[in-house]
Nanobody, 118 residues
């Protein structure tokens, strides 16, 4: 079992930046990839970005060039650097993990609220 704790959300003006953190603990050996999801009010949860254990990354089209996902193995922490934020980025952001490419994502945590508004 892996425990994940998201942090770093908040209120930011359009064009601003935030860095989200996801601290992992527990049985973190053999994690295939980790990802950031988000869910806006009235919408389905969507994958924002993910990073594999070998460092490969993939991004949802609307965040390409603005968001950067990274992992610090020494700190067992994953990050999402979000720049040039837009109101449509407003959502609850969640991190999660998988142990294999075709295995389901783990349990969802509380998430961290990101609000982009002037």
């Amino acid at each position: 079992q892996v425990q994940l704790v998201e942090s770093g959300g908040g209120l930011v003006q359009p064009g601003g930046s935030l860095r989200l953190s996801c601290a992992a603990s527990g049985n973190i050996v053999d994690i295939y990839d980790m990802g950031w999801y988000r869910q806006a009010p009235g919408k389905l949860r969507e994958l924002v970005a993910r990073v594999t254990s070998n460092g490969s990354t993939i991004y949802e089209d609307s965040v390409k060039g603005r968001f950067t996902i990274s992992r610090d193995s020494d700190k067992n922490t994953m990050y999402l650097q979000m720049n040039s934020l837009k109101p449509e980025d407003t959502a609850v952001y969640y991190c999660n993990y998988r142990r294999g490419r075709f295995t389901p994502w783990g349990s969802w945590g509380q998430g961290t609220q990101v609000t982009v508004s002037s």
